[in-house]
């Protein structure tokens, strides 16, 4: 059974700062990993998407890395801002069409 | 692109009565759509994965009689809650995903149900 790990459960920053959130899958079959956001009550909205095939994703001040063998995936975020804060999960699907299996989650501060 | 809807955004009912979500796809087609739920400061579980035009496949220990999905088109899923009792109070929210690869998910903005 695929269980997602996210490390750790909450972080607090001060702006500026670089930052890593980490995630752990234990079944290295996916099909591709997501990493989205999630404000306080409100749905999800996604960052990046890294097919199995590859190995890191860039989008503005974040970069999606994966090591499908070694089943992990870092988030990093560049010059950190409070409006940045928000909780960020971590997903895994286990094939096209498939459901996500979700971690629970790294919640972020960042400080002003 | 790809947004996602759904509808209402909050609900409050009363123990015993249904409730209906609808989870629309706005500017895409979308075989298949997912349900999920969040408790409060936990992660989201997979209720069940609606196909248009088929049957729903439902995760182990999630009552398909209690939480019934139709997915009538490719643009529209619905879970009723059926009988709800305050147990079933959580924010519920849907996904499409696209039909092509990556076949990455979108999703909704969520409903928050809280039954009295």
């Known amino acids: 059974k695929q269980e997602v790990t996210q490390i750790p459960a909450a972080l607090s920053v001060p702006e500026g700062e670089n930052l890593v959130l980490n995630c752990s899958f234990t079944d290295s079959a996916i099909y591709n990993l997501q990493w989205f956001r999630q404000d306080p009550g409100k749905g999800l909205t996604s960052l990046l998407l890294i097919q199995s095939s590859q190995r890191e994703q860039t989008s503005g001040r974040l970069n999606a890395s994966l090591d499908k063998s070694s089943g992990r995936s870092t988030l990093y975020i560049a010059a950190s801002q409070p409006g940045d804060s928000a909780t960020y999960l971590c997903?895994?699907?286990?094939?096209?069409?498939?459901?996500?299996?979700f971690g629970k989650g790294t919640k972020l501060s960042v400080k002003p | 692109g790809a947004v996602v809807s759904q509808h209402p955004s909050w609900v409050i009912c009363k123990s015993g009565t249904s409730v209906k979500i609808e989870c629309r796809s706005l500017?895409?087609?979308?075989?298949?759509m997912f349900w999920y739920r969040q408790f409060p400061k936990q992660s989201l579980m997979l209720m069940a994965t609606?196909?248009?035009?088929?049957?729903?496949?439902?995760e182990q220990g999630v009552e398909k009689d209690k939480f019934l999905i139709n997915h009538a088109s490719l643009t529209l899923s619905t879970l009723t809650v059926t009988s709800a009792h305050p147990e079933d109070s959580s924010f519920y929210i849907c996904s499409a995903s696209l039909a092509a690869e990556p076949y990455e998910q979108y999703f909704g903005p969520g409903t928050r149900l809280t039954v009295t």
């Open positions: 609606s196909n248009e035009g088929s049957k729903a496949t439902y």
């Open positions: 500017d895409f087609q979308a075989t298949t």
């Open positions: 997903a895994v699907s286990r094939g096209s069409q498939g459901n996500l299996i």
